[in-house]
């Protein structure tokens, strides 16, 4: 299918209706402590659990079927992009897919049109992509030709969440779409780990305007076969996350009322339609979930209030929590965050990685930090009761390609990991964008895709976050 032709079969799928329930999220009064239900939730989970682990190690004893030091092979990262052939007045984003060969392929959008595309997300098994759409584009500055900043309000209208299949050599197709519309931004969306559902923020508030609270944000939970959408009202979300081994999708969020600096965690089952708390009002604002379920790491003490004058400093801490309920604690603490999408659990569990500002500029010595942060690997196991501080962290190599002269920061904007857990995709601004860096501090990082010539990947997602997601596992050598 060429790319006109994709183009309005997206604008056009299959229309459908979409029923709306809405899940009322309360946080309960326990802050944090797990109740009884939960608690034989838990004790479920863990069973099942440890009778997995039982089953998988009596069919690698029967056969040798399961390699434990198997990996995820990588296959396609989607990004958004600019190619500089829009109008002026327009910021349009196209769906881009690139190789770690080098091959790169526009599989959504055209020169022509007038549509902002962002946010490509991966299902689990690499098969399907998910991206938002508006029409329009969003608030943004630039510079005049006399060096004035000129600022664009946003005029986004239309929005929608479109899902296309991907097969192995990067073409799209069947497309589906849930309507958002409205003035709202593309909306950003993550998946469940079985690829039959996805979530996003429809927010009505930003941590630009931290004097705001949630009421009207929402969370929207999409069954996808059915078209159901599931609202979770009047909670902002600053991160979601799927349990990687159940439905349940834990809220990084801010309920009606609360100040945006006090955000908690909650877990909402898909199957139930139930919410409850895991960790009460205490500045969470970014979380990941261990591979095996059983974990939540989150960053806190994000300072959202802190509006005007000098930046409060080391305010930021790393903690996980145990999902039933007996142990919350601190593996990181003392950092600033500028950038990055917060802590994130490697595909195998051995590492957490983070983004924590610099103590020294990369491209200025002697000079603080600014947008520039390190890349810290943190071992998955031991609290900082345990180790000394320091113990066994990595810190990635500030990244230098050839033919730098240290004048341009090669610090991402965020980071992400490769579905085989050897690679971190760092998005960078300033020269190259995408680049895939080695953790084995060995190997030298590969180029993916950079922004010269007028073409610039986008490091933003709008008003939402850069999904995880970006990066599918390979799928050439499935059925």
């Not at 020169?111 to 098969?127: H, K, L, V, Y």
């Not at 600096?261 to 898909?270: K, P, T, V």
Request: net charge negative.
């Amino acid at each position: 299918m060429d790319e006109r032709r994709l183009e309005r079969a997206l604008r056009e799928g299959p229309s459908f209706g979409t029923p709306y329930v809405v899940r009322p999220l309360r946080l309960d009064p326990l802050d944090g402590r797990p109740s009884a239900s939960s608690m034989r939730l838990a004790i479920l989970i863990a069973v099942t659990a440890l009778l997995l682990v039982g089953l998988l190690a009596g069919l690698a004893a029967l056969g040798g079927l399961i390699d434990p030091d198997r990996r995820a092979a990588n296959g396609w990262v989607a990004f958004a992009a600019s190619d500089g052939a829009a109008s002026a007045e327009l910021d349009d984003r196209d769906i881009y897919l690139v190789a770690e060969n080098g091959v790169r392929l526009r599989i959504i959008g055209d020169d022509s049109e007038q549509t902002d595309q962002i946010c490509p997300a991966f299902s689990p098994n690499g098969r399907r992509l998910a991206y938002g759409q508006a029409e329009g584009r969003g608030a943004d500055f630039g510079v005049g030709p006399d060096g004035e900043v000129i600022v664009h309000e946003s005029n986004y209208r239309r929005a929608e969440l479109n899902v296309v299949d991907i097969d192995a050599d990067g073409n799209a197709s069947d497309s589906q779409t849930i309507e958002v519309g409205g003035s709202l931004p593309p909306p950003c969306a993550t998946w469940s780990a079985d690829g039959q559902r996805v979530a996003f923020v429809v927010s009505m508030t930003s941590w630009n305007n931290p004097e705001l609270s949630a009421p009207d944000s929402e969370v929207w939970v999409v069954t996808l076969a059915s078209a159901t959408i599931d609202v979770i009202p009047d909670v902002f979300a600053t991160d979601l996350a799927w349990s990687p081994v159940s439905p349940q999708l834990a809220i990084a969020n801010h309920v009606a009322g609360e100040s945006l600096s006090n955000g908690a965690i909650s877990l909402y089952s898909a199957d139930s339609g139930e919410v409850r708390t895991l960790v009460g009002p205490s500045g969470v604002s970014k979380l990941s979930w261990s591979p095996d379920g059983l974990r939540i790491v989150s960053q806190r003490g994000e300072n959202a209030e802190w509006t005007s004058g000098p930046r409060p400093e080391g305010g930021r801490s790393l903690w996980v929590t145990e999902l039933d309920g007996s142990r919350d604690y601190l593996i990181a603490d003392g950092f600033d965050t500028d950038h990055g999408i917060g802590p994130e659990w490697s595909p195998r569990g051995e590492w957490i990685v983070y983004q924590p500002i610099c103590d020294e500029s990369h491209v200025f010595p002697g000079a603080p930090c600014r947008e520039e942060s390190d890349v810290v690997l943190i071992p998955a196991d031991g609290d900082l009761e345990s180790r000394n501080p320091g113990d066994g962290e990595v810190v990635i190599p500030h990244l230098q390609l050839p033919g730098d002269d240290g004048s341009v920061p090669r610090s991402p904007y965020r980071v992400t990991w490769s579905p085989d857990g050897k690679e971190l995709l760092y998005w960078t601004f300033g020269g190259p964008t995408l680049a895939a860096v080695p953790i084995d501090g060995r190997t030298s990082p590969l180029v993916l895709q950079d922004s010269e010539g007028g073409f610039a990947v986008s490091v933003y997602g709008g008003d939402g976050l850069l999904p995880t997601q970006s990066w599918a596992k390979s799928t050439e050598d499935e059925p």
